[in-house]
């Protein structure tokens, strides 16, 4: 699996977007981005993962560039409750669902 | 609320013993796969289990088993416990269909092993 690069942490003012990067510059062109994030002292929630085009869902949007050498994770207005650890994996979905978990972005939004 | 629990969501072990550690699936999911996160860390693959066999494996010692169950609930085991095994277990279940594992899991919150 491709490894990814993260910023260790980032603020972000509540009601604001939240736009947290990741890049992968070695993904191959099999390889999915999925985002899960983790809240203190629970388990990681998934939240959306792509292949090349954009995805939004009830939670966030993925922006992949399109020579999908990174990617962007986008919370719209970002909430208190949306203070956690996100987590950009690459993973090939042949074979296992295993997630390779880097150290994450800590994402603190303050009121 | 992902469905997933596990059990017991603390304990505390003596250097040397054995633990298990116990997952139920969400309702309907095949797949269970186990993860270890030390403090200030990503959480690791240890293993996963797809209809009650082992289906991958990641850089863990053989002590370190586990079984799926017909219900698709699994168990972690630990032998011999060391200290560096104090982490928080995580159980991750997700329905896999026969064409592709491209599946989203849900994870439970967790077992806190401390190893004394």
């Known amino acids: 699996d491709a490894k990814t690069t993260q910023p260790t942490s980032m603020d972000c003012a509540e009601g604001r977007a939240a736009n947290l990067p990741c890049n992968h510059s070695?993904?191959?062109?099999?390889?999915?981005v999925y985002w899960y994030r983790q809240i203190h002292s629970q388990g990681p929630q998934y939240i959306i993962h792509g292949l090349k085009n954009n995805e939004t869902n009830e939670m966030a949007s993925l922006i992949i560039t399109e020579d999908r050498k990174s990617s962007t994770l986008i919370l719209p207005h970002a909430t208190l409750r949306d203070t956690a650890v996100y987590y950009c994996?690459?993973?090939?979905?042949?074979?296992?669902?295993?997630?390779?978990f880097g150290t994450g972005t800590r994402l603190q939004v303050f009121p | 609320e992902t469905g997933v629990t596990q059990s017991p969501t603390h304990l505390i072990k003596t250097r040397g013993q054995q633990v298990t550690l116990r997952c139920s699936s969400q309702?309907?999911?095949?797949?269970v796969s186990w993860y270890q996160q030390a403090l200030g860390q990503g959480p690791q693959f240890i293993f996963q289990y797809y209809r009650e066999e082992e289906n991958g494996r990641g850089n863990f010692p053989p002590r370190f088993s586990g079984l799926q169950f017909p219900n698709y609930s699994s168990e972690l085991n630990v032998n011999a416990l060391e200290l560096d095994d104090s982490a928080l277990y995580l159980c991750?279940?997700?329905?896999?269909?026969?064409?592709?594992?491209?599946?989203?899991?849900?994870f439970g919150q967790g077992t806190r092993l401390t190893v004394v």
């Open positions: 070695t993904i191959s062109g099999n390889e999915y």
């Open positions: 994996i690459v993973r090939v979905p042949y074979n296992t669902d295993k997630l390779i």
């Open positions: 309702s309907g999911h095949n797949t």
């Open positions: 991750a279940s997700s329905l896999v269909p026969p064409d592709t594992w491209n599946t989203e899991a849900f």
